[in-house]
Every structure is written in structure tokens, then in C-alpha cells.
């Protein structure tokens, strides 16, 4: 019961995840960007969404956070992969972004951040 228990802790709630690739594309429309994020999440039933940081003033780069959150608190235990891509509008730093996960982060250098 107690290993259950322990189990459930681990599985349930928000937290940053693993990623494997991430690149930013420039759009169609001059001066835009998008973020695409590609990985293999650790449970089945794993909700991943990329969250930019909420900063007071401009970084040099903006936080984007791969995170994972399991509705219900219960880890169906299997590998689903996951591709996901979000405009950068409004979330560039002076310099561009940081794509941070779990396992590691990586920065790209992004023209039109804030000042």
C-alpha cells in the first residue's frame, strides 16, 4: 500500500518534463517566429504544454517551460510523443528564448524581443 501510495505523490500534479528536439521556424508573415518543441512524454494520459515564464522586466532570454500535467493525479504508464508549436510573439527576450525541460534547456537567438 505504501509503495502505491508513493507512486501516486510522483505521478500527480504539474512538473517540467524531458524533451528531445526543439527549433524555431520563422512564419509566414516577416518578422514572426514559432517554437516547435518534439519529445516523448512518460505517461499515456500526460496533458504537455509549453509555458512561457512571467518575467517583471525583458530577460536577455525568455523562459519556455516543457511541462506535463496528469488530470486525475494517476500516470497510465506508457512513452507518448508529443510535437508542439506556439507562436513567440510577445515572449523573446533581448537576445531570443530558452526552451527549458527537465533533462536540459537550449537557447536560440530571436530578433524582435522587447528592449
Known amino acids: ?8 505523490i510522483k505521478a500527480s500534479g504539474i512538473r517540467v518534463i524531458n524533451f528531445e528536439e ?3 521556424r520563422p ?3 516577416g518578422g ?4 516547435i518543441v518534439s519529445g516523448e512524454a512518460p505517461c499515456a494520459n ?4 509549453l509555458i512561457p515564464l512571467i518575467y517583471i522586466e525583458c530577460p536577455d532570454y525568455w ?12 500516470c497510465l504508464t ?20 530558452e526552451v527549458i525541460g527537465a533533462n536540459k ?10 528592449e
Open 1 to 8: 500500500m505504501k509503495e502505491l501510495v508513493e507512486n501516486h
Open 22 to 24: 526543439a527549433e524555431v
Open 27 to 29: 512564419g509566414t508573415v
Open 32 to 35: 514572426t517566429h514559432f517554437l
Open 46 to 49: 500526460m496533458d504537455v504544454s
Open 63 to 74: 523562459g519556455i517551460e516543457v511541462v506535463g500535467s496528469l488530470p486525475g493525479g494517476v
Open 78 to 97: 506508457s512513452i507518448k510523443p508529443f510535437i508542439l508549436v506556439i507562436p513567440l510573439e510577445g515572449v523573446i527576450g533581448r537576445e531570443g528564448i
Open 105 to 114: 534547456s537550449k537557447k536560440f537567438e530571436v530578433s524582435g524581443g522587447c
